[in-house]
Nanobody, 124 residues
Framework: QVQLVESGGGLVQAGGSLRLSCAAS????????MGWFRQPPGKEREFVAA????????FYADSVKGRFTISRDNAKITVYLQMNSLTPEDTAVYYC?????????????????WGQGTQVTVSS
């Protein structure tokens, strides 16, 4: 069964950092674009960041550009989201997603697989 398993969420103070990880269960994900979405309390899920299959191209939402960095290690079949300078507005459940469209992703309909989500809470 194909799985994406997120880890690394938690509670952090404003200005702090967290690194999220998303481990995939199958080697086929090495050819998938991977990304992160988040769902703040009471709001719809939104795009955060994405990376193409090789790691050569990255994409970010304007709200996180310059603060968040997405990367991947295809040997470990894992994608990371380094989050710096966190603010309370970054509080959300963060979801990892994978798309067979290896060049990238930005919209939910492009994603074939989803993780279960990990909670990130930023206190003021």
């Amino acid at each position: 069964q194909v799985q994406l398993v997120e880890s690394g969420g938690g509670l952090v103070q404003a200005g702090g950092s967290l690194r999220l990880s998303c481990a995939a269960s199958e080697r086929t994900f090495r050819r998938y674009a991977m990304g992160w979405f988040r769902q703040p309390p009471g709001k719809e899920r939104e795009f955060v960041a994405a990376i193409n299959w090789s790691g050569g191209s990255t994409f970010y939402a304007d709200s996180v550009k310059g603060r968040f960095t997405i990367s991947r290690d295809n040997a470990k079949i894992t994608v990371y989201l380094q989050m710096n300078s966190l603010t309370p507005e970054d509080t959300a459940v963060y979801y990892c997603a994978a798309s067979s469209r290896g060049n990238g992703l930005r919209y939910e309909y492009e994603c074939d697989y989803w993780g279960q989500g990990t909670q990130v809470t930023v206190s003021s």
